[in-house]
């Protein structure tokens, strides 16, 4: 009986069948692999966002010449002040736009160093609670991205064009980022608490002092 109950126990959680075969990342251990993941997003998400205020900054400096150019370029047309003004209306519609969607950017990649951040701190410093955060804040985020996977698929049913490629990949890395960071976590929770037995510590003699 108790074989049979295990089994249906393994049958109904798929998931931690998943989890029993990752023991190693690549070719390093599941804590080095953690580590290694959250090294990524703190350096990464750091270099990124001084790439995007570096963009948001040049967007912001050259925004003048090109509204100018773009005036000039009107009035070279022979069009009339009217739609000249229009044209001048519609280049700062995109500018912002595109600098509401560079900050958007900047957000994300930010939040992904204080992700690293966060995982790391639970690494080094040995508290699990930061590393299960970590774990269910990314699984949030590909549930999100699983959405718009989906509403990708949809769009690309009416015809309109939509880069499923890239969405699929992202989707993929950042499971298989959960993968090594929750075996981590359940690797770490089998282990035994350290405990004081006697004036030994995890069977290590403890010096006493007066």
């Known amino acids: 009986t108790e074989p049979l109950c295990s089994a249906v ?3 109904q959680h798929p998931y931690r069948v998943l989890m029993a075969l990752i023991k190693r990342c690549c070719c390093c251990s599941l804590e080095t692999g ?23 900054s040049a967007l912001v400096y050259l925004r003048d010449d090109i509204l100018t150019l773009a005036r000039e370029a009107a009035r070279n047309n022979n069009v009339t002040e009217v739609e000249m003004d229009e044209e ?5 519609l995109d500018f912002a736009y595109d600098i509401l969607a560079f900050i958007m950017v900047l957000g994300y990649v ?31 985020l590909i549930l ?14 009416y015809g309109i064009d939509s880069d499923l490629k890239s ?14 960071v929750d075996s981590y976590y359940d690797e770490e929770s089998e282990k035994p608490s350290p405990e004081f ?14």
Do not use: E
């Open 88 to 92: 001048v209306a519609k280049q700062k």
């Open 167 to 180: 969405s699929i990949i992202s989707l993929v890395y950042d499971a298989c980022l959960i993968l090594v």
């Open 110 to 140: 930010l939040f992904s160093a204080i992700m690293g951040s966060l995982l790391l701190t639970g690494v080094y410093k040995h508290k699990l609670g930061f590393v299960k955060w970590w774990i269910r804040i990314k699984t949030g």
């Open 144 to 157: 999100m991205g699983a959405g718009w996977l989906l509403i990708q698929l949809l769009i690309l049913l």
């Open 197 to 210: 037995v006697g004036d030994h510590y995890n069977g290590v003699p403890v010096p006493a002092y007066c």
């Open 34 to 56: 953690t580590k290694i993941i959250g090294y990524l997003q703190v350096i990464g998400g750091l270099l990124l966002a001084i790439l995007v205020i570096i963009q948001i």
């Open 9 to 11: 126990r393994w049958i």
